[in-house]
């Protein structure tokens, strides 16, 4: 094993963290701003990249690792929790929005997976964070949140979230399913990945989806979310109640506060 090995407990249904427990000098790698809590005794520091040994040592390989966490519209840093105690120790972080955590063994998945560059939550010390270009060039040209995705490599746990309902799926040999870009959270390496155009031009203009989708063949494992973050966004975003100068005008928020006060604006 090259990885910490960590235990771990995740609480909640809709609104999850993951409680990771350390053993004395183990070490958890997370996103900058997924810590919930952590106890007494857990040393915090902020590292260029993923702090594993995959990116190379001195400044220049920091930098290069950086650098591909850029790519994929991360920050350039991610943060260490490392159990300085004698005994054991928690530290917990917790989902950006509604949906579920999957926690996936490396060493059972076939030492890497590939996931939305949006998905990854937090991992044993030595999982590799980097970057997966896809070679086909429909899949560079048209796709858009599956153009760059991330890959985790390494034999240790790591932690990725899920919007709404989190499906599952064991592709056979030659089997092809067809999924929304935005709904494909992760999948094994053996899985042949590309992007197709929604046939029909009344299809792609009038349909209401995406205008491309992702082919997945098998064999190999797809995790799917139920509701991307994209998705809720924008639905959010076209229930706000807009004003003529284009700013949302909510009856509980600051702008409805301000009407009530006879206040400018």
Partial sequence: MNNHEIDFEIFGDDMQFVQVELDPHETVIAEAGSLMMMNDGIRMETVFGDGSSNQGSGLMGKLMG???????????????????????NHVSFAAPYPGKIIPMDLSELGGKIICQKDAFLA?????????????????????????????????????????????????????????????????????????????????????????????????????????????????????APQTPGGSSKGEGGIGGLFDILGGDR
Avoid at 66 to 88: H, I, P, V, Y
Avoid at 145 to 167: C, N, P, R
Wanted: aromatic letters at 10%; one cysteine or more.
């Fill in 66 to 88: 950086a650098g591909k966490r850029l790519l994929t519209g991360e920050s350039l840093f991610m943060t260490t929790f490392t159990n300085e105690r004698s005994g054991k």
């Fill in 123 to 239: 991992a044993a010390k030595g999982v590799s964070v980097g970057i997966e270009f896809q070679r086909k060039i429909g899949v560079g040209f048209f796709g858009g949140e599956g153009f760059i995705m991330q890959k985790l490599e390494g034999d240790g746990m790591a932690f990725v979230h899920a919007g709404g309902t989190m499906y599952k799926r064991t592709l056979q040999p030659g089997e092809v399913v067809r999924v929304d870009t935005g709904c494909l959270v992760a999948m094994s390496q053996e899985v042949d990945y590309n992007i197709e155009m929604v046939k029909g031009v009344k299809t792609a203009l009038f349909g209401g989806e995406g205008l491309f989708f992702a082919t997945l063949r098998g064999p190999g494992t797809i995790w799917v979310q139920s509701l991307p973050f994209s998705r809720l966004a924008s639905r959010v975003f076209a229930a």
